[in-house]
């Protein structure tokens, strides 16, 4: 591969990331916006709420209805009623505030996952988002299918392969399978 053409994309990915980690939320006139780090107004201040950027995306509301913009302030998904989560791993979830159910959002907007039968969905992490019903959690996959049950009274995301997770009164790791991950196992990769 030309390492012209590698360097340039690594400075690419760089600068991208790097922008929108710089991006500072600013107030004027009871609306706000977004800053650069060298106080450039990116963003005019102009939204009720802004959430900080996350895969790209800051959700914003204004007038009791959410949106989410790029880093330029363009609206890439459309103002509705919704509450609007962050984006992670190119997908979000959003309460429809007028059907009261979970929907998982892509990048336009579109609904990829129908997640109305669950009280709460988090984010993804690794390929899996903790998702709860009557406050008992498992996980699902990028598809929708709940690949490790409900079954948990307390779940948390995926970190470097691991979840920790409690039921009844024990708690402890498991693999992406759902399989109880012994604590030798952790510690020195039995």
Avoid: H
């Avoid at 990915?13 to 800053?35: A, T, V, Y």
């Avoid at 990829?112 to 988090?122: E, L, M, Q, S, T």
């Avoid at 988002?129 to 995301?157: C, F, M, R, W």
């Amino acid at each position: 591969m030309n390492s012209k053409f590698l360097t340039s994309i690594l400075l690419l990915c760089f600068f991208n990331q790097s922008f929108s980690q710089s991006l500072i939320k600013f107030s004027e006139n009871g609306k706000f916006g977004f800053k650069n780090s060298d106080n450039v107004i990116v963003v005019p201040a102009q939204y009720d709420v802004v959430k900080p950027f996350s895969d790209g995306l800051s959700c914003v509301i204004n007038d009791g209805l959410s949106g989410y913009i790029d880093e330029k302030g363009k609206i890439v998904i459309p103002f509705r009623k919704i509450q609007g989560f962050n984006f992670s791993e190119g997908l979000a979830a959003v309460y429809n505030l007028e059907t009261k159910k979970y929907e998982i959002i892509d990048k336009s907007g579109k609904i990829i996952i129908n997640a109305a039968k669950y009280d709460f969905v988090g984010e993804f992490k690794e390929g899996f988002a903790v998702v709860s019903k009557n406050l008992i959690y498992g996980y699902i996959d990028k598809s929708g299918k709940e690949t490790i049950p409900l079954q948990y009274s307390s779940a948390k995301p995926f970190y470097q392969g691991k979840a920790t997770v409690k039921k009844g009164d024990r708690t402890y790791s498991i693999d992406k399978m759902g399989n109880e991950i012994k604590v030798e196992e952790q510690f020195w990769g039995y």
